[in-house]
């Protein structure tokens, strides 16, 4: 094999660099969907190189492969590898269409175990632009959540249709002001492009959970991401308190009542982060920017 074509090998890995730090400013100062095209490149890159290296490591023998490998991690890049990358490729598309599919597959098995009734869209909440459905389904938890579906549309055109999904015991929990500034937060998901993106990426992390890359940036945009629809929704309604209030009823409820999706996440953590995003919020009512609201 030619320098040249051994020095293209190293290109990935000069691209995956180069990226992850425009990731890293873009994360601070850009818009969501800045940050997710982002974060897909960089993780498409990641699961080329991590893919690569799997294949080396296996064509090599195994656990010697990966003593080897860590021994001289240049071994990847010498003459006569250029086959292992070109197989390192496919695996890392087939990863990825694996996790869009599962992806899907989970949504659209949501609405079937569900069962969810289409909802009539609140009048204090702008009508979206793009095909959305408001849905509630039976049961005593408090949740809600949103995702976009893959469908085909007339004449078999390729579509996206959101879908916000709240249960029965978010309506019951919470005033009307209340659960519709949920429905807002989760329409501020949609518009960030959450539900195209941000689910990729989770169930990504979760297909490959031995990953730690994987499973920090998919931390990291999730918090990202739960703090930027907050803010959505306060733009929307102009009721941060309602919001805030929302957030302390789910995070004071035994943890067996309330999902992970209304929190951001389960468990502790889950509610360590909804503490912090009620304290936002309530720093942006007491900004004096947004009139008094009702049940405030």
Do not use: C
């Not at 800045?34 to 890159?45: D, E, I, K, P, Q």
């Not at 949504?107 to 702008?126: K, Q």
């Not at 503490?275 to 008094?292: K, Y």
């Amino acid at each position: 094999m030619s320098d040249a074509i051994v020095g293209i090998l190293y290109l990935p890995v000069a691209l995956w660099v180069a990226v992850g730090l425009g990731l890293l400013v873009a994360y601070h100062r850009s818009t969501s969907a800045t940050v997710f095209r982002l974060a897909a490149t960089f993780l498409g890159v990641w699961a080329f190189l991590a893919t690569t290296a799997l294949v080396w490591v296996v064509a090599h023998g195994g656990w010697p492969g990966i003593d080897r490998l860590v021994r001289s991690p240049t071994a990847l890049f010498a003459p006569g590898a250029l086959g292992l990358w070109v197989w390192g490729a496919v695996g890392a598309v087939l990863v990825f269409v694996l996790a869009f599919l599962l992806a899907q597959v989970v949504a659209r098995g949501m609405l079937v175990v569900y069962r969810p009734r289409v909802l009539a869209w609140p009048t204090a909440i702008p009508v979206p632009v793009a095909a959305t459905t408001l849905m509630t389904f039976p049961s005593d938890r408090v949740e809600a959540f949103s995702f976009t579906l893959a469908e085909f549309g007339p004449g078999g055109r390729p579509r996206r249709r959101d879908v916000i999904l709240v249960s029965d015991g978010l309506r019951a929990a919470l005033t009307p002001e209340e659960w519709q500034a949920v429905v807002a937060h989760e329409l501020g998901h949609i518009r960030g492009l959450d539900g195209r993106y941000l689910t990729f990426f989770r169930t990504f992390a979760r297909m490959m959970r031995w990953d730690p890359v994987l499973a920090f940036l998919s931390d990291r945009l999730t918090v990202r991401e739960e703090f930027r629809a907050d803010l959505e929704a306060v733009t929307i309604t102009g009721h941060p308190r309602a919001l805030a209030r929302a957030l302390y009823k789910a995070s004071a409820a035994p943890a067996r009542s309330v999902g992970a999706g209304l929190l951001g996440g389960g468990g502790r953590r889950g509610r360590r982060q909804a503490f912090e995003r009620i304290r936002r919020l309530v720093a942006l009512a007491e900004s004096g920017q947004f009139p008094e609201e009702p049940g405030a």
